[in-house]
């Protein structure tokens, strides 16, 4: 049997957060290994495990698995959270790279100056309610399916729901004008396996603080 999947990365949520969603969503139990100083990051590198010199980086089914979007799609394809056929699998990654666009801008806000932070703040809340749910609030609709791709879970539904609860960290009634989004983000936070990974004392991590922002700076130089 193979052992569980080994997650390298920092403490906090930044790149690696949506694959360990993605993971427990699957019922997968994974390990970690935290790069808290900058000799972690150095040895990884060192070692030539890293094929972009980069992290997340993922040991799974006798891989090294890196780059964020590749460990993703994998993910989802083992567990079958990748649709029926390639049209499914299309929609999925169109509705995947829209929450990515969204997750991204809030993930950077933190390492910004402290002057534009208010206004980086209202765009994110604008884009969310303007351009990026009303998307899935039709998709919702016109799909008229408790998920946003056939009738199943997938890895998009997955993302929606963590993406949704990042906003809602920036502002908790950001959902007011969305009642099928309301609907979708209790439905989905209650099957067992995210229900769990929403509960404390999970893997999930919370969200960025001045000081892991400090931490993150001396690790990669920035």
């Known amino acids: 049997m193979a052992g569980k999947p080994k997650l390298h990365y920092t403490k906090g949520r930044g790149k690696m957060e949506s694959i360990r969603w993605l993971l427990a969503a699957a019922g997968v139990e994974f ?13 990884l590198r060192n070692d030539g495990v890293l094929l972009f010199e980069q992290v997340p980086m993922v040991e799974m089914d006798g891989m090294k698995m890196v780059q964020t979007r590749a460990i993703l799609s994998y993910i989802a394809a083992k567990y079958n959270l990748y649709g029926k056929d390639l049209k499914e699998r299309a929609w999925i990654d169109m509705y995947v790279e829209g929450t990515t666009d969204l997750m991204g801008m809030i993930m950077y806000l933190p390492f910004q100056p402290a002057d534009t932070k208010e206004k980086n703040l209202a765009l994110i809340i604008e884009r969310a309610t303007t351009r ?13 399916q408790d998920y946003l791709v056939g009738n199943k879970l997938s890895w998009a539904d ?18 007011s004008a969305f009642p099928l989004l309301q609907a979708f983000k209790g439905r989905i936070s ?13 893997q999930r991590k919370p969200p960025t ?4 922002v400090a931490v993150v700076r001396k690790i990669f130089n920035i």
């Open 31 to 43: 390990e970690e290994e935290f790069i808290e100083t900058k000799e972690d990051l150095e040895k």
């Open 190 to 202: 209650n099957i067992p396996t995210i229900k769990k990974f929403l509960q404390p004392g999970s």
């Open 209 to 212: 603080d001045e000081k892991f």
């Open 132 to 144: 990026y749910f009303p998307v899935y609030e039709k998709a919702l609709k016109d799909h008229g």
């Open 158 to 175: 997955i993302h929606l729901l963590e993406a949704i609860l990042m906003v809602e960290e920036c502002k908790p009634d950001v959902l």
